[in-house]
C-alpha cells in the first residue's frame, strides 16, 4: 500500500495539438530519484536521473516538427519501497494511455558499461541496435528472469511494473559491475567511475532519436523468441527465434555430416577398425569430455566444502571479482585434466588409433549434440551453444583438409587449430563469463545467510574452465600419460596452497583473502526496536550474507553493552525486521536486550531505576492503531473493520496479522483462500501521516458461538522512525541514550550498515 508518492513528469511532443501521431504515442524514460536508507544512490539513481536531465536538455534544443513519436520522462520517487511510484504512474496517470515502451534506467553497479538487463520485444531489441556501445545478451536477460523468479537475491526494477500492469514493451538497462557498494553509504559521486554516465547516455540519447523520428511505436508487440548478442561491444546481432533454431539445426545436420566422414575415414584408414568399434570409441571420448566437465565443477565444489565446513573460510574470494579464479581455478582443471587421465587409464575401454584427435573431434560433436537438444527444447540462450558448434566444427574440418595435409607432423592436430580455437573461443567466452562473474560475486553479499554462495562461486568457475578451452582436452590427450599426470598432481599442490593461504589469511582484517575492506564491505542492518507494548527496548543486528566473522562482531557488541546476545532464528521470530519487509527473510539477526545499557547511561534518575519502564521515555509521538466500523455477523461468522493508523514523524510502516481473509481493500491483489499470515506494508509519502485498511475475516471456527462478539483480530504495528542516522547521525533517544552512536563506534570499517530506528505495538481490534 502506498499514499501521496511523488511523480515528477516531463513530456517532448510535437507541435499541432492532441490529434498528431506524436501526442498519441509516446515512450517512457524512467528512473528514481528516492534511495536507499542510508546511501547517497549516486549510482542508483541519480545516474539515471543524471542522463534523463541531460537528454531532455539536449532534446528541448531540437526541432519537433517532423518527428513521429513524443517522449514522457518519469522521475519517480519510491522505487525503493518496492516500485510503487511506478505502479501509480501506469495504474493511473492520465498519460498512461499515450505510452507504447519504455526505456528503464537502473544501476546496481557504479563501473564500467551499462548492459541490457531486460528486453520483452523484437522491435525495441531492433531498437537497441542502434546504440553506440551496445552490451547485452538473450543469456543476461534469461539468466535475470531465472534469478528474480527463483527469490535467490530479492531485487527487481520498475521494468516490472511497466510489463505487468501496463502490458509495455520495452528495455531495462542498468550498470552492473562492482555492485559491491549498491545500497550502502559508499553509493558516492567520488566511487563512480568517469565515463560510465556517459556511456549510459549516449546509448539512451540514441534510443531516443531513433524511437522518437523512425519508430513505428503502434505494431509494438510483447515478444521473447528473440536471439540477441554482442560481439564486444562493436556489433549488436539480432534475429527472431525461427531464424535461430533452422540457422542452429542446419549447423547440427552439418556438423553431423562432417563425423560422419570422420567416421568413414576412421574405418577406411590403417589401422583398420569396425564401425562399431569406431564408434563406441568416440562414444566413449564424447562421454568423457562431459565428465571432465563435471569433474571441473565436482572438484572446485569439493575445494568450496574444505574451505567453508573444514577450515570455516567461506567467502575469501569475496573482495574482488576475480578472486574466484584464483581460489577455485587450478581444482576446476585439476578435475578437468584429471578425469582425462582416469579415462584413459581404464584398461578395458575401446580407444582411438589417435586419442588427441579423438578427443578433438569429440569436443565439437558434444557440442554439436548439446546445440541440438538445448534448441529443441526451446532456449534462446542456445546460441553460446551454437556458436561454440561452429567454432569447433570449422577449426576441425579446416584442420583435417588444410592444416595437417599440408604440415610435416605426424600429429593428428595442427597447433594451429589448437591456436585458432582456443583464441576464438577464449576471446568470446572471456566477455561473456567477465560479465557473469562481475554480476554474480558481488551479489553474493547480499543473498541471504541461506545461500550455498561458496557452492554457486565454485559451479561458475568450473564452468567457465571447462568454457574458455574445450580443447585442452584433446591436447591433454596428445601428451604423455606421466606429462598429465604431473600436470595434475601440480595443480592439485598449488590448489593446496592456496586453500593454506586462504586458511591463515583469510580470517585477519587485511589478509590477502580476508573476504571484506572498506570498498568491499560487509553487509549488515542495525535496528533499535522499541516496544510499545511490552515496555521493552532491543537492540537487534543481522547480516545479508553467508559469509565469517559475524560473531566477532556479535562478541564485540556484547562487551560494548554488556549483556548476552540472543539468536533469533526468523523461522520463529518472523515479525522482528517487518520494518524492511520482505527482505527480512534473507537475514541472520541477533538481538542485544538495551534496557541495562540505557539505564546505566541515562542522565534521567526516573529511566536509571531498574523497575522503570523504559519506554515510558520514549520521546514519541506514539502512534495509534484502532478499529472503526467494526462488526460482527452471525450468519456468516465474519468480522468486518477498518484500520485507521495515526502517526507523526514515521515513513514506513507494517501490519502484520495472522487471519482467514476474505476481502480487503487493497484494490489490485486478492487475498489467499485460507488463514495464513499478512504483512501489509504501507508507504507514505511527503506529508503522509496515517494509513487505513478495511477488512473482512473469518471468525476462526473454534471461537464461534458466545465468543465470537468478544473476539478481536490481533494486530502487530511497526513503523520506522523517521530519523535518518545513516544519513545525518540522527537518532531518536530513549532517556538521553545513543544507542546507534555507540554501534556504530563498535562496529569494523569492513561493515556498511542499514541504519533503522523503529517502535512496535501490538493491539487487539
Same mark, same amino acid.
Given at each position: 500500500?502506498?499514499?501521496?508518492?511523488?511523480?515528477?513528469?516531463?513530456?517532448?511532443?510535437? =507541435?499541432?495539438?492532441? +490529434?498528431?501521431?506524436?501526442?498519441?504515442?509516446?515512450? /517512457?524514460?524512467?528512473?528514481?530519484? +528516492?534511495? !536507499?536508507?542510508?546511501?547517497?544512490?549516486?549510482?542508483?539513481?541519480?545516474?539515471?536521473?543524471?542522463?534523463?536531465?541531460?537528454?531532455?536538455? &539536449?532534446?528541448? /534544443?531540437?526541432?519537433?516538427?517532423?518527428?513521429?513519436?513524443?517522449?514522457?520522462?518519469?522521475?519517480?520517487?519510491?522505487?525503493?519501497?518496492?516500485?510503487?511510484?511506478?505502479?501509480?504512474?501506469?495504474?493511473? %496517470?492520465?498519460?498512461?494511455?499515450?505510452?507504447?515502451?519504455?526505456?528503464?534506467?537502473?544501476?546496481?553497479?557504479?563501473?564500467?558499461?551499462?548492459?541490457?538487463?531486460?528486453?520483452?520485444?523484437?522491435? #525495441?531489441?531492433?531498437?537497441?541496435?542502434?546504440?553506440?556501445? =551496445?552490451?547485452?545478451?538473450?543469456?543476461?536477460?534469461?539468466?535475470?528472469?531465472? &534469478?528474480?523468479?527463483?527469490?535467490?537475491?530479492?531485487?527487481? !526494477?520498475?521494468?516490472?511494473?511497466?510489463?505487468?500492469?501496463?502490458?509495455?514493451? @520495452? /528495455?531495462?538497462?542498468?550498470l552492473y559491475k562492482n555492485s559491491y557498494l549498491y545500497h550502502t553509504h559508499l553509493d558516492q559521486p567520488g566511487n563512480m567511475e568517469p565515463g560510465a554516465l556517459q556511456h549510459m547516455g549516449e546509448n539512451t540519447l540514441a534510443l531516443i532519436e531513433y524511437l522518437t523520428n523512425e519508430g513505428d511505436l503502434e505494431r509494438l508487440e510483447v515478444a521473447s523468441d528473440v536471439v540477441y548478442w554482442e560481439v564486444f561491444g562493436l556489433k549488436f546481432i539480432v534475429y527472431s527465434w525461427s531464424t535461430a533454431y533452422n540457422l542452429q539445426q542446419a549447423t547440427v545436420v552439418l556438423s553431423l555430416l562432417f563425423f560422419t566422414y570422420i567416421i568413414r575415414k576412421s574405418i577406411l584408414t590403417t589401422p583398420y577398425r569396425s564401425l562399431s568399434t569406431t564408434l563406441t570409441a568416440y562414444g566413449i571420448s564424447t562421454i568423457s569430455v562431459l565428465l571432465s566437465f563435471f569433474s571441473a565443477i565436482l572438484v572446485s565444489n569439493l575445494t568450496a566444502f574444505v574451505l567453508v565446513q573444514v577450515l570455516d573460510r567461506p567467502m575469501v574470494w569475496y573482495s574482488r571479482e576475480w578472486y574466484g579464479l584464483l581460489v577455485y581455478g587450478p581444482a576446476a582443471l585439476a578435475g578437468l585434466l584429471g578425469m582425462q587421465l582416469l579415462m584413459a587409464s581404464i584398461p578395458f575401454l575401446p580407444r582411438h588409433p589417435d586419442p588427441e584427435h579423438g578427443t578433438f573431434v569429440s569436443v565439437a560433436l558434444l557440442f554439436t549434440i548439446l546445440t541440438a537438444l538445448v534448441t529443441e527444447v526451446g532456449l534462446a540462450s542456445s546460441f553460446v551453444l551454437w556458436i561454440y558448434t561452429v567454432v569447433l566444427t570449422s577449426v576441425a574440418v579446416l584442420n583435417e583438409f588444410v592444416l595437417v595435409p599440408t604440415t610435416s607432423s605426424k600429429r593428428g592436430v595442427s597447433s594451429w587449430a589448437y591456436t585458432v580455437s582456443m583464441t576464438t573461443l577464449g576471446l568470446l567466452y572471456t566477455d561473456m563469463g567477465l560479465a557473469?562473474?562481475?554480476?554474480?560475486? =558481488?551479489? !553474493?553479499?547480499?543473498?541471504?545467510?541461506?545461500?550455498?554462495?561458496?557452492?554457486?562461486?565454485?559451479?561458475?568457475?568450473?564452468?567457465?574452465?571447462?568454457?574458455?578451452?574445450?580443447?585442452?582436452?584433446?591436447?591433454?590427450?596428445?601428451?604423455?600419460?606421466?606429462? /598429465?599426470?604431473?600436470?595434475?598432481?601440480?595443480?592439485?599442490? #598449488?590448489?593446496?596452497?592456496?586453500?593454506?593461504?586462504?586458511?591463515?589469511?583469510?580470517? !585477519?582484517?587485511? @589478509?590477502?583473502?580476508? =573476504?571484506? +575492506?572498506? #570498498? %568491499?564491505?560487509?553487509?549488515?542492518f542495525v535496528q533499535h526496536l522499541k516496544n510499545l507494548t511490552s515496555g521493552e527496548a532491543h537492540l537487534y543486528i543481522a547480516q545479508a550474507d553467508h559469509g565469517p566473522f559475524f560473531d566477532q562482531v556479535i562478541h564485540k557488541l556484547e562487551d560494548a553493552f554488556g549483556v548476552l546476545a540472543e539468536h533469533r532464528a526468523l523461522t520463529h521470530f518472523v515479525s522482528d525486521w517487518d520494518s524492511i519487509y520482505p527482505f527480512s527473510h534473507y537475514l541472520g539477526s541477533y538481538r542485544l536486550d538495551m534496557g541495562p545499557f540505557i539505564r546505566a547511561h541515562t542522565r534521567e534518575t526516573t529511566v536509571a531505576g531498574p523497575g522503570s519502564s523504559i519506554i515510558s521515555h520514549y520521546p514519541g509521538p506514539i502512534p495509534t492503531v484502532s478499529a472503526y466500523n467494526a462488526r460482527? +455477523?452471525?450468519?456468516? %461468522?465474519?468480522?468486518?473493520?477498518?484500520?485507521?493508523?495515526?502517526?507523526?514523524?514515521?515513513?514506513?510502516?507494517?501490519?502484520?496479522?495472522?487471519?482467514?481473509?476474505?476481502?480487503?481493500?487493497? @484494490?489490485?491483489?486478492?487475498?489467499?483462500?485460507?488463514?495464513?499470515?499478512? &504483512?501489509?506494508? %504501507?508507504?507514505?509519502?511527503?506529508?503522509?501521516n496515517g494509513m487505513r485498511l478495511d477488512l473482512t475475516v473469518q471468525v476462526p471456527e473454534e471461537l464461534r458461538g458466545a465468543k465470537a462478539e468478544a473476539w478481536r483480530l490481533k494486530i502487530e504495528f511497526t513503523a520506522l522512525e523517521s530519523e535518518s542516522f545513516g544519513a545525518k547521525g540522527e537518532e531518536r533517544e530513549v532517556g538521553g541514550v545513543r544507542v546507534l552512536r555507540r554501534v556504530e563506534e563498535v562496529l569494523p570499517k569492513w561493515v556498511s550498515t542499514t541504519w533503522l530506528g523503529s517502535v512496535v505495538g501490538v493491539w487487539d481490534l
Amino acid at each position: 500500500m502506498y499514499t501521496n508518492v511523488t511523480n515528477v513528469i516531463v513530456r517532448l511532443t510535437c =507541435p499541432g495539438g492532441a +490529434d498528431n501521431s506524436c501526442s498519441r504515442n509516446s515512450i /517512457l524514460l524512467n528512473s528514481h530519484f +528516492d534511495t !536507499t536508507l542510508a546511501s547517497p544512490g549516486a549510482a542508483d539513481d541519480a545516474a539515471g536521473i543524471a542522463v534523463m536531465l541531460e537528454a531532455i536538455r &539536449v532534446l528541448s /534544443l531540437e526541432g519537433w516538427e517532423e518527428r513521429r513519436n513524443g517522449v514522457v520522462f518519469l522521475f519517480n520517487g519510491a522505487e525503493e519501497t518496492l516500485q510503487d511510484a511506478t505502479h501509480a504512474f501506469i495504474t493511473n %496517470h492520465e498519460l498512461k494511455d499515450s505510452i507504447r515502451a519504455v526505456i528503464n534506467l537502473e544501476a546496481c553497479g557504479t563501473t564500467g558499461r551499462e548492459i541490457l538487463f531486460q528486453a520483452n520485444s523484437r522491435e #525495441m531489441i531492433e531498437a537497441y541496435k542502434r546504440v553506440p556501445y =551496445p552490451h547485452g545478451t538473450v543469456m543476461v536477460r534469461d539468466l535475470a528472469n531465472d &534469478v528474480f523468479r527463483t527469490g535467490l537475491v530479492l531485487s527487481d !526494477t520498475d521494468f516490472r511494473q511497466f510489463v505487468h500492469y501496463g502490458n509495455l514493451t @520495452g /528495455l531495462d538497462m542498468a550498470l552492473y559491475k562492482n555492485s559491491y557498494l549498491y545500497h550502502t553509504h559508499l553509493d558516492q559521486p567520488g566511487n563512480m567511475e568517469p565515463g560510465a554516465l556517459q556511456h549510459m547516455g549516449e546509448n539512451t540519447l540514441a534510443l531516443i532519436e531513433y524511437l522518437t523520428n523512425e519508430g513505428d511505436l503502434e505494431r509494438l508487440e510483447v515478444a521473447s523468441d528473440v536471439v540477441y548478442w554482442e560481439v564486444f561491444g562493436l556489433k549488436f546481432i539480432v534475429y527472431s527465434w525461427s531464424t535461430a533454431y533452422n540457422l542452429q539445426q542446419a549447423t547440427v545436420v552439418l556438423s553431423l555430416l562432417f563425423f560422419t566422414y570422420i567416421i568413414r575415414k576412421s574405418i577406411l584408414t590403417t589401422p583398420y577398425r569396425s564401425l562399431s568399434t569406431t564408434l563406441t570409441a568416440y562414444g566413449i571420448s564424447t562421454i568423457s569430455v562431459l565428465l571432465s566437465f563435471f569433474s571441473a565443477i565436482l572438484v572446485s565444489n569439493l575445494t568450496a566444502f574444505v574451505l567453508v565446513q573444514v577450515l570455516d573460510r567461506p567467502m575469501v574470494w569475496y573482495s574482488r571479482e576475480w578472486y574466484g579464479l584464483l581460489v577455485y581455478g587450478p581444482a576446476a582443471l585439476a578435475g578437468l585434466l584429471g578425469m582425462q587421465l582416469l579415462m584413459a587409464s581404464i584398461p578395458f575401454l575401446p580407444r582411438h588409433p589417435d586419442p588427441e584427435h579423438g578427443t578433438f573431434v569429440s569436443v565439437a560433436l558434444l557440442f554439436t549434440i548439446l546445440t541440438a537438444l538445448v534448441t529443441e527444447v526451446g532456449l534462446a540462450s542456445s546460441f553460446v551453444l551454437w556458436i561454440y558448434t561452429v567454432v569447433l566444427t570449422s577449426v576441425a574440418v579446416l584442420n583435417e583438409f588444410v592444416l595437417v595435409p599440408t604440415t610435416s607432423s605426424k600429429r593428428g592436430v595442427s597447433s594451429w587449430a589448437y591456436t585458432v580455437s582456443m583464441t576464438t573461443l577464449g576471446l568470446l567466452y572471456t566477455d561473456m563469463g567477465l560479465a557473469l562473474i562481475d554480476l554474480f560475486v =558481488p551479489l !553474493t553479499g547480499r543473498m541471504g545467510v541461506d545461500a550455498p554462495v561458496d557452492h554457486i562461486v565454485a559451479v561458475i568457475v568450473g564452468m567457465m574452465v571447462f568454457m574458455a578451452a574445450p580443447n585442452l582436452l584433446a591436447f591433454a590427450n596428445g601428451i604423455e600419460r606421466k606429462a /598429465l599426470a604431473k600436470c595434475v598432481v601440480g595443480l592439485l599442490v #598449488m590448489q593446496a596452497v592456496i586453500v593454506v593461504v586462504a586458511a591463515v589469511t583469510g580470517g !585477519t582484517d587485511g @589478509g590477502v583473502l580476508f =573476504p571484506f +575492506d572498506n #570498498m %568491499h564491505p560487509k553487509r549488515a542492518f542495525v535496528q533499535h526496536l522499541k516496544n510499545l507494548t511490552s515496555g521493552e527496548a532491543h537492540l537487534y543486528i543481522a547480516q545479508a550474507d553467508h559469509g565469517p566473522f559475524f560473531d566477532q562482531v556479535i562478541h564485540k557488541l556484547e562487551d560494548a553493552f554488556g549483556v548476552l546476545a540472543e539468536h533469533r532464528a526468523l523461522t520463529h521470530f518472523v515479525s522482528d525486521w517487518d520494518s524492511i519487509y520482505p527482505f527480512s527473510h534473507y537475514l541472520g539477526s541477533y538481538r542485544l536486550d538495551m534496557g541495562p545499557f540505557i539505564r546505566a547511561h541515562t542522565r534521567e534518575t526516573t529511566v536509571a531505576g531498574p523497575g522503570s519502564s523504559i519506554i515510558s521515555h520514549y520521546p514519541g509521538p506514539i502512534p495509534t492503531v484502532s478499529a472503526y466500523n467494526a462488526r460482527y +455477523d452471525p450468519v456468516t %461468522h465474519t468480522r468486518t473493520l477498518s484500520i485507521l493508523c495515526s502517526y507523526d514523524s514515521y515513513t514506513w510502516t507494517v501490519l502484520a496479522f495472522d487471519a482467514h481473509v476474505l476481502s480487503w481493500s487493497i @484494490g489490485d491483489s486478492l487475498p489467499l483462500d485460507h488463514e495464513t499470515r499478512y &504483512v501489509v506494508r %504501507h508507504v507514505g509519502g511527503y506529508g503522509s501521516n496515517g494509513m487505513r485498511l478495511d477488512l473482512t475475516v473469518q471468525v476462526p471456527e473454534e471461537l464461534r458461538g458466545a465468543k465470537a462478539e468478544a473476539w478481536r483480530l490481533k494486530i502487530e504495528f511497526t513503523a520506522l522512525e523517521s530519523e535518518s542516522f545513516g544519513a545525518k547521525g540522527e537518532e531518536r533517544e530513549v532517556g538521553g541514550v545513543r544507542v546507534l552512536r555507540r554501534v556504530e563506534e563498535v562496529l569494523p570499517k569492513w561493515v556498511s550498515t542499514t541504519w533503522l530506528g523503529s517502535v512496535v505495538g501490538v493491539w487487539d481490534l
